[in-house]
């Protein structure tokens, strides 16, 4: 079945450094979700990728999407306090979504 | 309108003791999914359900787990019998559709079994 590799694990980054989540699939996905969970609190909807070498941004977050549709990261510039938390990415697996371990960013004022 | 409501936020059960978790979907979300997290861990998937299709319970850890969602709407989790590994965070999420629609996660439920 479709596996979802996240890395890494664990970053930490001065507050105003930049930050870097990679996704890694087995498979090629038709899309993939990225999706930010606070400490404490649940997993919410960041945005979706689809189209093969997409690059979406929102703020100082930028998201890309694989030429081959396999891979995927999220980079945030200037990472603030409010960045903290973990971030995971999302294939669609055969139609139950396969959640990558996530990565927890911390940030160091 | 409302998101993904769980209750409760919070249980502390005995082991052995049965527990029921209840997850209340967005209306007209069709899909509806249980996961777990253990603390510090990724999502666990637990169990799937799609309108009135058969779920797909391909993720429960045991026969102690069951679920049922009534109507198309509520969901229910169940664990019999509990242990001490299944501590942990039960969330629920429901999605328009399925593996193309966002999912919505609720606050989710702290299960302790002391």
């Known amino acids: 079945g479709q596996q979802v590799m996240q890395i890494p694990q664990y970053q930490h980054v001065q507050e105003g450094e930049d930050f870097t989540t990679y996704c890694n699939s087995s498979?090629?996905?038709?899309?993939i979700q990225w999706y930010k969970q606070r400490p404490g609190g649940h997993p919410v909807f960041l945005i979706q990728?689809?189209?093969?070498?997409e690059v979406k941004k929102q703020k100082r977050l930028t998201f890309q999407f694989g030429e081959a549709k396999k891979n995927s990261s999220l980079h945030i510039t200037a990472t603030q306090t409010t960045d903290v938390g973990t971030y995971f990415c999302a294939g669609p697996g055969s139609y139950i979504p396969t959640f990558g371990r996530g990565t927890s960013l911390i940030v160091h004022p | 309108g409302a998101g993904v409501s769980q209750s409760p936020s919070n249980k502390v059960t005995e082991k052995g003791k049965d527990v029921e978790l209840r997850c209340d979907p967005i209306s007209g979300h069709t899909a509806l999914y249980w996961y777990r997290q253990s603390l510090g861990q990724g999502l666990e998937f637990l169990i799937y359900?799609?309108?009135?299709?058969?779920?797909?319970k391909s993720g429960l850890p045991s026969d102690r787990f069951s679920a049922e969602r009534t109507g198309g709407s509520v969901s229910t989790l169940t664990i019999q019998r509990t242990q001490q590994e299944d501590s942990a965070v039960y969330l629920c999420?429901?999605?328009?559709?399925?593996?193309?629609?966002?999912?919505?996660f609720g606050n989710g439920t702290r299960l302790t079994v002391t």
């Open positions: 999420a429901s999605s328009q559709t399925d593996r193309n629609s966002p999912l919505h």
């Open positions: 990728l689809v189209k093969s070498g």
């Open positions: 498979t090629t996905l038709s899309n």
């Open positions: 359900f799609q309108g009135n299709s058969a779920p797909d």
